[in-house]
């Protein structure tokens, strides 16, 4: 793909953005990298259609490049209104797209605020063990989801993001127990099942030679 890229640079309440957009080398893809100080902060890629010509690939280049600097643009414009009003839901739900759109420590700010004036606001609380698992403060996601499971704990997808996190911690016996526990309130959880057959797999592999039979058995039996 012989396609440029784009380049903006975009002023929004006293911060410099810069937005590029460009091709994915060896894939049918596009990238859109936005920074903030030299810093990533948000990356997502974009599938190209099939069968377009050169003309069409810049004009989705540009397409791409225009719809990014609008979103971009119109997150931080609800956000300054909701700032104006806050309140516990106006504060999930910014963060909720600031978290979906890759801006981390914007969502983090978010869902404080909200915990804030309601620190029973389950769903911010979530939110924020989840941003933390991604911001790889895996300590900090646990204490905060164990909260989140003690307010709700019949919420299959809080011990989904604690079976995240415990797998991504590498305590594998622990991620297992928390999937399963999922998969105990919500027996179609499909995301809890797959990560449970991927946690029984590193489990097996990381301690099979300790494990007695009829566990390693019970293991691969999940794991199928």
Known sequence: METSSLTSLIEIEGKNFTIATTPVAGKNRLSSLIQLGGRAISQREFDLPEGLDDDGLK?????????????LESIFRLNKKIDEKPTPDACWKIGVIFLSNGF???????????????????????????????????DGALATLDHARELGPSFADIYYHLGNVRLYKRELDEAVQCYLQALQINPRYADARLRLATACVG???????????VRVGELSERAK
Do not use: C, W
């Open 203 to 213: 489990y097996l592999a990381q301690s099979s030679n300790t494990l007695t039979e």
């Open 104 to 138: 981390y420590e914007d969502a983090k700010q978010k869902f404080i605020k909200s915990m804030e004036m309601d620190p029973h606001h389950l769903q911010s609380l979530k939110s924020y063990g989840i941003t933390l698992t991604l911001m790889e403060d895996y």
């Open 59 to 71: 004009h989705y280049l540009h397409e791409t490049h225009r719809t990014r600097s609008v979103e």
